[in-house]
């Protein structure tokens, strides 16, 4: 039975007894340690940014229109799940967390399946499994959220089928029930394909302790004779996946190899299959033990991370210790160890197989990551195995298990913060892109080489640019989007001239603008957020090279400047508007500086002082001097845009040296223009304390 009743008598001779209610609590448990402790700050990553503006612009229907090109029964799933959370960040962030947890209960179930009298191994193996650190995108909720409602599906599915193998009684209902989970599992996401293949293995295993006695032959046969069934399902899905519903990505080149180059095929195959199996199992373990990253953060996070590291350690200990005074006997942990090590190590090939069919790598970074997740069931397992094999001694391998979860819970909590730092950082952008541009023209795109985050694209960032700058369009045709040339000019080269049309299509919506009706925008982790001004900023050698290619381009009439127009980022996602610090003032002014406001810039000036961010910039901001020397020079306070000038220049190590003399020339130019002798001296002065003739 899936329940197995209270969870086998873990301390007989003591008479303390788990009741099985508490196992799936203790993992939802770990589930929320590890992955929750950063919660309130987490936000929206990578897809799930696009998907949450889909729903808010058109409603749950739409999906059946996103998905239906690659997974149209994953669309219907969102058709659900959406209107339940909407587009509540914490609420998704909660049911990432809760998915997660539910694979490790499934998992331990199916473990309970194979190894009955074994709960406490398989509850350890199932909290390794619960806590895989090859995968770091659990905080990619609203995507996520759902690829493990399937990875349970499917784990459901195996323990209902080898609880038919050996229940005979209204075995029919089960081997029902877990083709409707395994036909759930892989028709909303394929990730779990490969491990199908393990069914049969599992099927043997069981129908081999259950018939003691029988011979290897009959119970080989008895195995395929329950596995027809998985199998119809199994040769259905792949030809729908591949003749009658193709999918435009991830596609099965494996077949195609082989006609080119056997050899050559087959060779750099068994490469990838032995790099990227090192790299779920054994790399993918290795990365809580990398103590050195934890000093890279402040001195609250590294005691967050002692505190966490001590309540689970302590917590694990406790769980181990209770138990182990009336453990299984040593020779049967260690029979334990040898089948999970086995079975861990075959489903860890299984596993693989989406990846190596379809060409794709494997690697423990964002975004390829993602393919370990198939792989986690044998990692975790084949891990667990090992340590029983060859961890005879009770004590020390208690130990070794309290230090690994503890520390790979240090180790989610860490890889949460990335997560916190980037979304604060995205937050900070667009707000700044608020201020700097109150409004937008129509069909203009804002172009950019290269982006200062991990978790984003400029397709994910385009869908809250819509929702900002034309929340109450509900056309599929967007008015605005931003381009990374650095992603983009691999499929079209002429993007860098001008005149040249962009079109851009995402699932159910699709951009079609002009390169020359643009805004050139730069963003880093350093400075404040820059619109880029071809006029002076051809003279700012802070840009990558690339950026001057395409700085011609920015055309900063597309920014429209109208008090009552003036737009605000998404306040259901990126909170309400944060503290003004200096990036604020610089954004106002620039814009400010636009419409040659000077007086407004000179208010600003003054705010900027009170708050202690003039006129002692970091060397990072140093360019963002010019609006405000522009100000004073415009009107007359001399002295401030002498001093501001070679503040600018000071702090900048000479480097603005070129953009400051440029201005000053231009002021020349206008003086000579409007006949005012006091600043064509200061201008004239400026070129000479600048050293300008060099």
């Known amino acids: 039975m899936l329940c197995y009743n209270p969870i086998i008598n873990m301390v007989e001779q003591k008479k303390i007894h788990f009741p099985v209610w508490t196992i799936p ?33 058109w409603g749950a229907g739409v999906f059946s229109e996103t998905f239906a090109s690659d997974r149209p029964f994953l669309g219907m799933l969102f058709q659900i799940t959406m209107p339940i959370l909407g587009e509540k960040v914490l609420y998704w962030q909660l049911f990432g967390i809760l998915t997660r947890g539910l694979t490790s209960v499934t998992f331990f179930y199916l473990l309970q399946q194979l190894w009955r009298n074994h709960p406490v191994e398989n509850f350890l193996a199932s909290v390794l499994f619960g806590i895989y650190p090859g995968f770091g995108q659990q905080w990619v909720a609203v995507t996520y959220s759902h690829v493990f409602l399937a990875y349970a599906a499917f784990l459901a599915s195996l323990s209902l089928m080898l609880i038919a193998a050996y ?22 996401a394929e990730y779990f394909i490969g491990l199908e293949l393990l069914r049969p293995f599992l099927l043997w295993f069981v129908i081999r302790r259950e018939r003691q006695g029988a011979k290897i032959v009959d119970s080989i046969r008895s195995a395929l004779r329950a596995w027809i069934p998985y199998f119809c399902l199994l040769v259905g899905f792949s030809l729908w996946r591949t003749v009658i519903h193709p999918f435009p990505r991830g596609e099965l080149t494996f077949f195609y190899n082989a006609k080119m180059n056997v050899f050559e095929m087959v060779w750099t195959l068994l490469i990838n299959i032995f790099q990227d199996v090192s790299e779920a199992s054994f790399l993918a373990w290795s990365l809580p033990l990398n103590l050195v990253k934890l000093f890279q953060f402040n001195t609250e996070l590294i005691t967050h991370s002692f505190i966490l590291f001590v309540v689970v350690g302590v917590f694990t200990w406790i769980v181990l210790y209770l138990p182990i005074q009336t453990e299984s006997s040593l020779p049967q942990n260690h029979n334990w160890g040898k089948q999970a090590t086995v079975i861990g190590g075959v489903a860890l090939l299984f596993g693989g197989i989406p990846t190596w069919i379809t060409s794709l790598r494997l690697h423990l970074t964002f975004p390829a990551d993602r393919f370990t997740l198939a792989m986690a069931f044998g990692a975790s397992l084949l891990l667990m195995g090992l340590i029983y094999l060859f961890m005879v001694n009770v004590m020390k391998r208690n130990i ?7 520390l790979t819970c240090v180790y989610h909590y860490q890889a949460a913060d990335v997560y916190r730092i980037e979304w604060q950082a995205l937050r900070n952008l667009f707000w700044q892109l608020s201020w700097r541009v109150p409004n937008l023209q129509p069909h203009t795109s804002l172009l950019t080489y290269g982006l200062p985050f991990t978790f984003y694209t400029d397709n994910s960032l385009t869908a809250p640019l819509q929702w900002m700058y034309f929340p109450h369009d509900e056309s599929k045709k967007l008015n605005t989007a931003l381009v990374d040339y650095k992603t983009r000019l691999d499929e079209n080269a002429r993007l860098w001239e001008g005149n040249t049309p962009i079109n851009l ?19 880093d982790d350093q400075s404040c957020l820059q619109v880029l001004d071809p006029s002076l900023d051809i003279y700012n050698p802070k840009y990558p090279a690339a950026m001057y290619r395409i700085m011609s381009l920015s055309n900063l009439d597309n920014i429209l400047d109208i008090p009552s127009q003036t737009v605000v980022p998404p306040t259901i996602l990126f909170g309400l508007e944060p503290s003004h610090s200096w990036c604020y003032y610089y954004q106002k002014a620039a814009l400010a500086r636009q419409r040659k406001d000077w007086e407004a810039i000179l208010k600003l000036s003054v705010e900027a002082q009170e708050k202690g961010y003039l006129p002692m ?13 522009e100000a004073y ?27 400051l003399c440029t201005f000053w020339r231009e002021m020349s130019l206008f003086t000579l223009r409007d006949g005012s002798s006091e600043r064509g001296d200061l201008a004239a002065q400026m070129q000479v304390e600048l050293r300008c003739s060099k």
């Open 505 to 523: 299509p995402y699932r159910a919506v699709s951009f079609k603008g002009n390169t020359s009706q643009s805004l050139v925008i730069y963003s």
């Open 617 to 629: 910039l970091p060397i990072a901001h140093a360019h963002e001097y010019l609006p405000f020397i």
């Open 400 to 406: 070794l298990l309290s230090l690994l979860i503890g």
């Open 167 to 188: 229940q005979k009684e209204k075995a029919w209902l089960y081997i029902v029930i877990a083709l409707l989970f395994d036909a759930f599992s892989l028709f909303v």
């Open 25 to 57: 609590i203790v993992l939802l448990g770990v589930s929320f340690l590890a992955y929750g402790s950063l919660l309130p700050y987490l936000g929206v990553y990578w897809d799930d940014l696009p998907t949450l503006w889909f729903y808010k612009q």
């Open 633 to 659: 020079a415009w009107l007359g306070y001399n002295a401030k845009a002498k001093n501001f000038s070679h503040h600018a220049l000071n702090q900048s190590y000479d480097s603005l040296r070129p953009m």
